[in-house]
Each structure stands twice: as structure tokens, then as C-alpha cells.
């Protein structure tokens, strides 16, 4: 229902959200069943979207946050998401994913990261921020 409510809120109000998509995240649509990758790609279709280049300084700096101890090895895909994020300068990284990514001690961890490094440090959360559920 939030989903739905969050695609509804972003599509009704083109002047205040663009919808931005990483590479990564095109790919993680592809690999999706194919019932479901029709209907994903209809919604984002719909809504219009900018699907951002791909971009080596995303995996680069998602080994950075590694390193830093923002989160493990295992979970660079994640760090990929935030990093495309950060580079494109976003306000907003929304996420589904709470057990990794929209959590208190990773986003403390990815603003700190990024305000020692003078990166850009997008709000990290859940499509709540935008309905406001």
C-alpha cells in the first residue's frame, strides 16, 4: 500500500520529485521474474524517470564505505545503491530495504563517511518520508 501511495505521491507531482534510477538497481528489475518485470518496468515507464549512466566511481566509492566499516564486503550491492546516490546528488535515496540500508547505524555511518570526505550526503529512508505513513 506505501509503495503504491509513494509511486502515486512522485507521479501526481512532477515539479517537486524526479525519479531516479541507478544501473544497478535497471538490473535488478531484469533479473526480477518476468511477470513481475513487466509490471515494475510499466510503473517506471509511466512515471518517467532519469536512469543514471553507468559509473565506476559508484563501485569505487562503495569500497570505500567498505573500508570504512559502513557495512560488510557481502553487502556492496547495497553500499552501490547509496553510492550512485551520493554522486548524482540526490536529496533522497528511498529504499524497501531496512535490514541494510534505511538503518540508524548505516546512515549515521554513510553521513559521517561522506562529511569527512566532502561528499554530497543524501537523506536515507523509506518511502514513508514521502507519504508520510
Known amino acids: 500500500m506505501i509503495t503504491r501511495e509513494f509511486f502515486g505521491i512522485v507521479r501526481a507531482h512532477p515539479e517537486e520529485y524526479e525519479l531516479v534510477i541507478s544501473p544497478m538497481t535497471i538490473q535488478e528489475l531484469r533479473d526480477a521474474p518476468e511477470k ?3 509490471l ?18 559508484a ?16 553487502h556492496i550491492d547495497d ?4 553510492a550512485y546516490g551520493v554522486l548524482a546528488r540526490c536529496d533522497y535515496v528511498i529504499s524497501w530495504n531496512m535490514k541494510h ?4 547505524k548505516t546512515i549515521s ?4 563517511f561522506n562529511r569527512l570526505n566532502f ?5 536515507i529512508a523509506t518511502p514513508t518520508i514521502i507519504t508520510g505513513e
Open 36 to 38: 513481475l518485470q513487466r
Open 59 to 74: 563501485e569505487k566509492l562503495a569500497q570505500q564505505y567498505v573500508v570504512a566499516g559502513v557495512l560488510g564486503e557481502k
Open 79 to 82: 553500499l552501490i545503491h547509496i
Open 101 to 104: 540500508i534505511v538503518r540508524a
Open 119 to 123: 561528499y554530497h550526503s543524501p537523506n
Open 40 to 57: 515494475l518496468f510499466a510503473i517506471i515507464e509511466m512515471m518517467g524517470y532519469v536512469e543514471l549512466p553507468d559509473q565506476v566511481e
Open 109 to 112: 555511518a554513510v553521513h559521517e
